[in-house]
């Protein structure tokens, strides 16, 4: 039997779990969070989110050999870069400087990776002249409290990656030549990311997401906000299609449309070939039709890219990346 993957992902709003194998994707579930567990994109308490991981994985029968969990975006670092042609042991100690703008605490607070997506070579002499890599940057001590987290959870994790990484595996079956653009319909951004075949570009947040609706809601159907998460969700009394809900999915769709013009302008060569919608957000259909209408790029749903077409699979995308590592 093909060994079994899972792959976690910890929301702002909902925890995400993917099982994977060779074969394909095995199971994907995301179940809403304690409120209040994370709070601005971190985890309120590692020892209760073990304890709801655990009990996730129990009572959904989530059964696997191997984990491993994405790590939170506001927590990791990912960039493509250029570099000079260098050893190992040279590029480990120029990467730090590499993230000087991004970084807050100490340099050597933080673990480096990178991978190499290509060599440019000089066109007369065939000599290797520079270095395209993806680099990433994640401070030590979240990579420490997620593996304790897992391991009060019962669960040894094998890896710990970003995103931008969980999605280059989604990508592998793109074609090289072809660009895509994920756009992450998240509780509290939207996050885009560019992709040229499998290589991660760049991205670009916008900060809010879903949970805006809820005031919207309240606002225009004289309700609490908490009732309106629910109301939101199950799209009662049509409160999706309401002219203050569209108009946030308007602005989002200029911010989308914003990234895109930047994305060609800087990439003239490349055709951006589909736009593959994630999260929660993608089950809002009213939502969907705004970005359709106003963005010029067909939008593909996430399942064709992986050829998988479980219930769910967008909202768990990350999940299902990463366990594909
Ligand atoms: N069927 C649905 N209809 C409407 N909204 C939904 C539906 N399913 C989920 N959502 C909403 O989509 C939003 C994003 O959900 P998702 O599970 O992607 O959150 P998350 O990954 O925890 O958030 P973030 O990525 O911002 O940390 C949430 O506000 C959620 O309430
Ligand atoms: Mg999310």
Known sequence: MSKKVAGFEIGSHA???????KKGVK?????????????EGRIVSYEALADFIKQTCKKKKVRFDEAAVVLPAALCFCRRMQSPIMTHEQLMVNLPYEFRDFITAEKDQYFYDYAVLGVTKDEETGEPTELDLMA????????????DMFRRAGIKLKT????????TNILSKAPAD???????????????YMYHGNRYENSHLVEYGMSTLDDIIADAMHIDPFVAASYREANHDGCQSLPECVEVYQNLANEIQRAVYFFRYN????E?????LSGGGARIQPLRDVLSEAISIPIEDCSELIGAHDDGIETALGAVGAAMQ
């Open 15 to 21: 925890l995400h779990v993917a099982v994977v194998t």
């Open 272 to 276: 951006l070939e589909h736009i593959h």
């Open 267 to 270: 990439n003239p060569d490349v």
């Open 136 to 147: 990433a940057a994640s401070l030590k001590s979240t990579v420490q409290d997620y593996k």
């Open 27 to 39: 199971k994907v579930l995301t179940e809403t969070l304690p409120e209040g567990a994370v709070r």
């Open 178 to 192: 072809h660009a895509h653009c994920l756009i992450d319909l998240g509780h509290t951004a939207v996050r885009l």
């Open 160 to 167: 710990a990656i970003p995103i931008e990484m969980s999605y």
